[in-house]
């Protein structure tokens, strides 16, 4: 369980950034790998027989 809230933490925390990022290619990197963390908390979340978590869109 406890990867599950670390990979979501860390979505959190690189959406955060992209947010205040002006460079557009260092912002989708960053985008990108929010995506990864949140793809890694859905399979993580599968695995435990829990629902897929949000989406930052549903936040």
């Not at 947010?19 to 260092?26: N, V, Y």
Request: proline fraction near 5%; glycine fraction near 2%; charged fraction near 35%.
């Amino acid at each position: 369980m406890k990867l599950l809230t670390e990979y979501l933490e860390r979505a959190v925390q690189l959406e955060h950034l992209a947010r205040s990022e002006r460079d557009s290619a260092f912002k989708e990197q960053l985008l990108q790998q929010a995506r990864s963390y949140r793809k890694l908390a859905a399979k993580r979340a599968k695995d435990y027989g829990l629902p897929s978590p949000s989406s930052p869109d549903d936040a």
